[in-house]
């Protein structure tokens, strides 16, 4: 009796990556085929569809997410300051009290 459960095992372990393999074949239709003027219908619905969407400006997509989030403007950036070596170094006016 052992023998034949383990043979009856073996048998669906074997059998399992086969049954996977099957293709999955479907005899009957998923729907009733259209008469010709829905066909037609269909046609002149998706083209005023088409024609409509051509019809929608493109908007601006915004960079900033938090945008809405701030309630002051963001700040500039700041202009790059010139290189030390370029620029003479200022003379102080006034005294200094030591």
Do not use: H
Request: proline share 10%; net charge positive; hydrophobic share 40%.
């Amino acid at each position: 009796m052992k023998l034949f459960r383990m043979a009856a095992v073996l048998l669906a372990v074997a059998a399992g990556p086969a049954y996977a393999q099957m293709p999955n074949i479907n005899l009957m239709q998923d729907a009733p085929s259209k008469s010709p003027e829905e066909r037609a219908a269909e046609v002149e619905r998706d083209k005023a569809y088409k024609e409509t969407l051509k019809k929608i400006p493109d908007s601006k997509a915004s960079n900033d997410p938090w945008g809405g989030m701030r309630s002051d403007p963001p700040k500039q950036a700041a202009a790059p300051k010139a290189s030390a070596a370029t620029s003479a170094p200022k003379k102080k006016s006034g005294t200094t009290a030591n």
